[in-house]
């Protein structure tokens, strides 16, 4: 990440921090996550970029997500969570065999009666 996008970032989230403080009426949600993805590098080096991650951060791998072919780590802040994920070469492969069928098929119409 380039200085400047970290920079437009930080004074984003503060930004929309200082605004939700100020106007109490506007509705947030319990929770908000912020994910950085791994460039689709070798599935090694997507894990060892995570691994670094979560040695910076101070957390552990989540193998939650692996059998999906994610390899994440993250960190909590309250209700804020900082997520990194690396997408590993199997899951990218299933989803674009899932998503080839995509407006292949279409549903015989209803009638309304």
């Known amino acids: 990440?380039?200085?400047?996008r970290r920079t437009a970032l930080i004074n984003g989230l503060l930004d929309l921090a200082a605004y939700l403080e100020a106007h109490p009426d506007v509705p947030v949600s319990s929770?908000?996550?912020?994910?950085?993805?791994?460039?689709?590098?070798?599935?090694?080096?997507?894990?060892?970029e995570i691994d670094q991650i979560a040695a910076l951060v101070g957390s552990d791998i989540d193998y939650e997500d692996s059998p999906y072919g994610h390899y994440a780590t993250s960190r909590l802040f309250g209700p804020?969570?900082?997520r990194a994920v690396a997408i590993l070469a199997a899951a990218r492969a299933r989803h674009a065999a899932e998503a080839s069928y995509r407006g292949c098929i279409q549903s015989d119409p209803?009638?309304?009666t």
Do not use: I, L, P, R
């Open 80 to 82: 804020v969570e900082y």
């Open 1 to 4: 990440m380039t200085h400047d």
């Open 110 to 112: 209803t009638s309304a």
């Open 31 to 48: 929770s908000v996550t912020v994910h950085h993805f791994t460039d689709q590098a070798s599935d090694a080096d997507q894990c060892a």
